[in-house]
């Protein structure tokens, strides 16, 4: 099933959260207890505020109105550090299923006719904004059964970006479309510079979006959906955030993603 992208993030906040660049990390500085005292010390209302030091391998938050930070993609805190994690990273509300190398190959993109989202050059697809959804939920008109025809979980490592491209690449048919996208692995970056790789495990249809959009407007509320935008699997959204979230206008903004040009076997179009 399509996927509807929900709630966005509020259009009189991203010019300045777009425009204000990440504060710098000082990779010399130590990791012990003296810089967790820093922590939550510095008010913000986004992470461009914050200037305090974080340790090797972490980036800053902005979190309650409170500076902090956040372990990278890749890393656990550990021993007052952050430190290279094993296949499994940890989450707030457990494993995420990582994307593992050796189930990963070439996705021969150029001789599979993929074009969409800046395949044939490696482009970002840059200014985009990433919500998250549930697999199985009627709030997300999920049902445990994704547009590529495969079952999946909160759990999994997958994103949905707009089905609306993919199937224009493909005249319009699903079957083609989902054969070639589905499975693809993307490197996304949150504009405070956390990385997490993921996979194309569904696709959120855009038109549905803009007739919410609109409602929410009209409601008071204004809401903004750049071409790009991604919705992202509840437990994965957790790495990019930093932490998991049941609060639906809690969205990264600014963020940049493109494909790596290879495929996770294991999440091709009608695999499960």
């Not at 995420?96 to 074009?115: F, P």
């Amino acid at each position: 099933m399509s996927r509807t992208l929900y709630h966005l993030a509020c259009l009189s906040l991203v010019p300045a959260l777009l425009q204000a660049a990440p504060a710098p990390v000082d990779s010399s500085l130590g990791q012990g207890v003296s810089v967790l005292k820093t922590r939550g010390s510095q008010s913000c209302r986004h992470v461009a505020q914050c200037t305090q030091a974080v340790p090797r391998n972490a980036v800053q938050t902005c979190k309650g109105g409170k500076c902090g930070f956040a372990c990278k993609s890749g890393y656990t805190w550990k021993d007052k550090k952050c430190q290279a994690a094993s296949s499994g990273q940890a989450t707030s509300g457990g494993t995420l299923l990582t994307a593992a190398a050796g189930h990963m190959v070439d996705a021969k993109l150029a001789s599979s006719g993929i074009t969409g989202f800046k395949a044939q050059s490696n482009g970002w697809n840059t200014n985009a904004i990433a919500s998250w959804f549930r697999t199985d939920s009627s709030q997300d008109s999920t049902n445990g059964h994704s547009w590529c025809y495969n079952e999946y979980d909160d759990s999994l490592p997958g994103f949905a970006p707009d089905v609306s491209v993919m199937l224009a690449n493909f005249g319009g048919s699903n079957v083609p479309a989902g054969q070639a996208y589905c499975g693809l692995e993307a490197e996304v970056v949150t504009a405070d510079g956390r990385t997490v790789n993921l996979i194309i495990m569904d696709g959120f249809d855009s038109k549905v979006s803009f007739a919410m959009h609109f409602q929410q407007s009209i409601l008071g509320r204004t809401w903004v959906r750049t071409p790009a935008s991604i919705d992202v699997i509840y437990k994965a959204f957790g790495l990019l955030h930093g932490s998991t979230t049941n609060d639906k206008d809690t969205v990264e903004l600014g963020v940049k993603w493109r494909l790596t040009g290879r495929r996770d076997s294991r999440y091709t179009f009608n695999s499960s």
